[in-house]
C-alpha cells in the first residue's frame, strides 16, 4: 500500500488548510484510517482516524473541535480538514492505514504544515 499526503503548506494562525491522502489500493477495504503529527524534535502523535464505518471517528483532544476527518473509498481518499490553526499545529502530518485492526503499518512521507503567529 503506497499513501500519498497533500496539502499542506506556509499559513496564519486562524486560517484553515484541507490535507489529503491518496491511497494505492481499495480504501473501502481499510479497517481504519488516520492522520499522525511530528513535530521537530519529538515523537509522533495521533491526531485524528476514521474507520471503514465513516460514522466511527476519533481525535485527539488537541484538535477536537477544529479538525474533521472523513473518506471517500470510491477515491481511495482520507482528508483531515483542519480549521482555526495554531502555531502548535505545526508539524509534518503523516497519513496512516491501518488494514484489519492490528495496528497502522502502512504510512505515508508526510506533508508539511507550517502556522505562523
Known amino acids: 500500500v503506497q499513501l500519498v499526503e497533500s496539502g499542506g503548506g506556509l499559513v496564519q494562525a486562524g486560517d484553515s488548510l484541507r490535507l489529503s491522502c491518496a491511497a494505492s489500493?481499495?480504501?473501502?477495504?481499510?479497517?481504519?484510517m488516520g492522520w499522525f503529527r511530528q513535530a521537530p524534535g519529538k515523537g509522533r502523535v495521533f491526531v485524528a482516524s476514521i474507520g471503514w464505518n465513516v460514522s466511527s471517528t476519533d481525535y485527539a483532544d488537541s484538535v477536537k473541535g477544529r479538525f474533521t476527518i472523513s473518506r471517500d473509498n470510491a477515491k481511495n481518499t482520507v482528508y483531515l480538514q483542519m480549521n482555526s490553526l495554531k502555531p502548535e499545529d505545526t508539524a509534518s502530518y503523516l497519513c496512516?492505514?491501518?488494514?484489519?485492526?492490528?495496528?497502522?503499518?502502512?504510512w505515508g512521507q508526510g506533508t508539511q504544515v507550517t502556522v505562523s503567529s
Open positions: 489500493r481499495r480504501a473501502s477495504s481499510y479497517y481504519r
Open positions: 496512516a492505514v491501518d488494514p484489519a485492526g492490528g495496528g497502522y503499518h502502512y
